[in-house]
């Protein structure tokens, strides 16, 4: 179902009738939509048409994971193992099986869908143009969504983590070794969880702890850093980082024979390497250009850019494609592990850098402006008991700074830069309003493990459990600095403002300081309902009933100085009008 056209009509009372505008056109790509439930679509939805799919026998690679054996898992194994991937099932003999050649052969090839993009389909069924009343139109093109690494760069960085663990499924790994090239800086995470889960602090419990290890050392044996639980309590959490010169070093854990103390250790960081960057085509489809035309035939194009100054895309893809993980078996699957999260305003893939240029109906250029943004990959979250795991379905934690503007330059038609704008912002440290996790609430997923067994004589299949935390945090921006040029791009004037949001019933913005040219500052404060200022007309309990109403925007009373002294003012008094139904609305009386 599309809408192809809107048409406005009047009532023309001088012959009684209907009178029609002209319409309002829609046109589409015509390239078919294949059914709801057909399997042609790519990772994130979007159709992709690719023969494999009918049939599902497409070919697909994955990557081995050599720190588990699996096959000695299935072979081991007391009930019948089968591992799901798309609509096939392979028993315990053809995975184990599966799984050897994979170790030998250093690579894994199954039979599966396709879910890569496919450019040639996926602007199925997208709008083109809109054909305007007036006789213009406008022609929308796109191309797909693209990305490098990271940053885009010729630099590739990579997410790197170390992990060591002492418990018995699916076996302990309790010392790994790691090189670093360079200084870096290290995130490490320690829990220590007790499967006994005893109720009191016995004498018993407190020596269960003793003796355990955990450290962080050079590989000469210099403890660098070593985790010491406090004996009192049941489980144990802790979190460090740490800046770490280039070197060799070991990281190790122990619960000394006490299976019931379950270990793990990880260390998380980002090496950055020398690379020849491959460009990935991602979900979806970006705007690349938008041609006005009026009903005189003048044209404007706009065209968007995505590269940067070495011809890279900026692209980021915020969230990883992930087609197996390991729970005591290897599961591998079509869709991805981990939801693919949408924090770059609901797309796939987000954009460090947007380059907007104008052009007339001749080519000529009318001037470019960059924009730059805040563009960071969501965060996976990982299962305490999986090492590098996630359980399917557990949705990422987002960078809530993304679609920020960090800067914006604006160039002339020769190119010449003629103004540019930098914006900072802050974090406001305030438990109720930056991160709910303070509170400790959570999420909750869970996954069902049929080759995970509940005890010894318990029955097969149990489930995992993951918590994740909902986060909400209040960035303000903080400062914004404006530099204006001459038209070639020479002799600056430059603008300093500050922000401050001094309220925090209302959040709103209290104050602007400007710090001109000239060196002169100005000053100019609000005041809401919350701040219920001196000088008005409005009684302490009105500005109550629009605080309690959750009316706390409009701007009471607003003053303005130049270097301290007053130079305008403006108060606006409101009302409240009572209707009687409930909705009782306030409106300004008089300024």
């Given at each position: ?86 609509n096939e099932a392979y028993t315990t003999s053809t995975v184990s099986q599966v799984v050897l050649n994979a170790l030998q052969l250093n690579g894994l090839t199954i039979n599966g869908i396709d879910r890569n993009v496919n450019p040639a389909k996926i602007q199925a069924g997208i709008l083109k143009n809109i054909t305007y009343p007036t006789g213009g139109n406008a022609a929308f093109l796109y191309e797909p969504n693209d ?445």
């Amino acid at each position: 179902l599309r809408l192809n056209k809107v048409t406005e009509s009047y009532w023309n009372s001088s012959d009684n009738s209907f009178v029609s505008n002209p319409s309002y056109i829609f046109t589409y790509n015509t390239t078919e939509l294949p059914a709801k439930t057909d399997l042609q679509s790519d990772y994130w939805g979007y159709v992709n048409a690719n023969v494999s799919n009918t049939s599902n026998n497409g070919q697909v690679d994955f990557p081995v994971y050599d720190f588990v054996d699996v096959s000695d898992n299935l072979a081991t194994s007391t009930q019948p193992q089968t591992i799901q991937y798309a609509n096939e099932a392979y028993t315990t003999s053809t995975v184990s099986q599966v799984v050897l050649n994979a170790l030998q052969l250093n690579g894994l090839t199954i039979n599966g869908i396709d879910r890569n993009v496919n450019p040639a389909k996926i602007q199925a069924g997208i709008l083109k143009n809109i054909t305007y009343p007036t006789g213009g139109n406008a022609a929308f093109l796109y191309e797909p969504n693209d990305y490098y690494g990271n940053y885009g760069e010729m630099i590739e960085y990579t997410d790197k983590t170390v992990s060591v663990y002492d418990y018995p499924i699916p076996g302990p790994i309790k010392m790994e070794s790691f090189t670093l090239t360079e200084e870096t800086d290290i995130n490490m995470s320690f829990e220590v969880f007790n499967t006994t889960h005893q109720a009191s602090y016995s004498s018993s419990y407190t020596v269960a702890y003793q003796g355990i290890k955990a450290e962080l050392r050079k590989s000469t044996g210099k403890v660098i850093l070593e985790y010491v639980p406090n004996e009192y309590m049941e489980d144990f959490i802790a979190n460090y980082s740490i800046t770490l010169p280039a070197g060799d070093y070991v990281i190790e854990v122990d619960n000394m024979t006490q299976d019931n103390l379950w270990m793990d250790l990880r260390l998380d960081y980002i090496e950055e390497s020398n690379t020849t960057l491959t460009r990935k085509l991602g979900g979806g489809v970006r705007i690349a250009s938008v041609v006005m035309e009026d009903e005189n035939n003048e044209v404007i194009r706009t065209d968007y850019s995505y590269v940067n100054s070495n011809g890279y895309s900026t692209g980021r893809l915020m969230t990883p494609i992930k087609s197996n993980y390991i729970d005591g078996v290897l599961f591998t699957m079509s869709n991805t592990v981990t939801p693919m999260g949408g924090s770059a305003q609901g797309s796939p893939v987000g954009y460090n850098e947007v380059a907007v240029s104008k052009k007339d109906s001749l080519g000529n250029s009318l001037g470019s402006t960059v924009y730059e943004y805040e563009n960071n990959e969501d965060w996976v979250v990982m299962h305490y008991l999986l090492p590098g795991e996630s359980l399917p379905g557990v949705p990422t934690t987002p960078d809530l700074r993304n679609g920020k503007i960090k800067s914006e330059k604006t160039y002339n038609a020769t190119g010449a830069l003629i103004k540019s704008s930098s914006y900072w912002y802050a974090k406001y440290n305030d438990p109720n309003v930056n991160d709910v996790d303070e509170y400790q609430i959570n999420a909750l997923t869970y996954n069902f493990n049929p080759y995970l067994t509940s005890g010894v004589s318990g029955p097969p299949g149990i489930g995992r459990y993951q918590f994740y935390h909902l986060n909400t945090e209040w960035w303000r921006l903080t400062s914004k600095t404006d530099s204006i040029y001459d038209l070639n791009g020479n002799n600056p004037v430059t603008v300093v403002t500050n922000y401050e949001y001094n309220n925090v019933d209302h959040k709103n913005l209290t104050k602007t300081t400007t710090t001109n040219s000239k060196g002169e500052t100005i000053v100019s404060t609000n005041y809401y309902p919350s701040d219920q200022p001196s000088g008005t007309n409005m009684s302490t309990s009105l500005f109550n009933d629009m605080v309690n109403d959750n009316v706390l925007n409009p701007v009471i009373k607003q003053e303005t100085t130049l270097d301290g002294t007053l130079i305008s003012g403006s108060i606006t008094n409101y009302t409240k009008e009572i209707n009687g139904s409930g909705s009782d609305m306030y409106l300004p009386s008089n300024i």
